[in-house]
């Protein structure tokens, strides 16, 4: 049974307040979502994952509040993009290398607060949804992209599948909304594929009210 990664309590709490160190990395953090969602034997295994297994990923805890578009956020992916100057690209590259001995594919951060706070399920959700952001490029036929050299996958950052307003699916139905809206609702009427059973084996914890965000 594998134990549900929790931030340090010193970041916990520290909204409007100066933390010394607002970001900590989390090697934990990895080694939970590789052992979770992406290995052979993960009890949560999703195989839109599987191009991970050649990736390196860095995880962060974080303390700063952020918000987009009017929206909080708990969780961001990226691929790393060095800015700057010569010497700011090398003291940003590192400060990176300093959390993780090197510059990792992906780098995922993670709001300290949030994660400490929300469900078992919530949290399964907020650490595989930032995966999914974690890609891996295609071709024109859309196919997964192999580097030539080496035969590993070729990264890239991968959008949402919808994008869309509520009203505009209240106002015009499902049928009209952008994207995958339809295949959302779609699978939104279905039973949930992870059940609460799973979940709870994966965190180490049961008995909890679960609620998927």
């Known amino acids: 049974m594998l134990s549900r990664p929790r931030p340090p309590e010193h970041l916990l709490g520290q909204e409007g307040t100066v933390t010394p160190t607002p970001f900590v990395p989390a090697p934990e953090l990895e080694a939970w979502a590789r052992a979770t969602f992406i290995d052979d034997d993960a009890p949560l295994l999703n195989e839109e ?43 940003q590259e590192m400060q990176i290398e300093g959390w993780f001995g090197r510059l990792p594919d992906f780098l995922i951060t993670l709001h300290a607060d949030y994660a400490d706070q929300c469900s078992d399920a919530g949290f399964c959700s907020l650490v595989e949804h930032e995966l999914l952001h974690c890609g891996q490029a295609k071709d024109v036929w859309g196919q997964p992209r192999f580097s030539k050299q080496t035969g590993k996958p070729i990264f890239s950052m991968r959008g949402h599948d919808v994008e869309e307003f509520v009203s505009i699916v209240a106002r015009y139905g499902v049928g009209n909304g952008a994207g995958q809206t339809a295949a959302l609702v779609e699978a939104a009427n279905r039973a949930p594929i992870v059940c609460e059973a799973d979940i709870a084996g994966a965190c180490g914890t049961c008995g909890r009210r679960l609620t998927i965000i």
């Not at 962060?60 to 929206?71: E, F, G, V, Y």
């Open 49 to 91: 994952h599987m191009h991970l297994r050649d990736a390196t990923l860095g995880f962060l805890w974080c303390a700063i509040p952020n918000a987009r578009q009017m929206n909080a956020v708990v969780g961001q992916a990226e691929m790393l993009s060095l800015q700057g100057g010569k010497w700011s690209k090398a003291r």
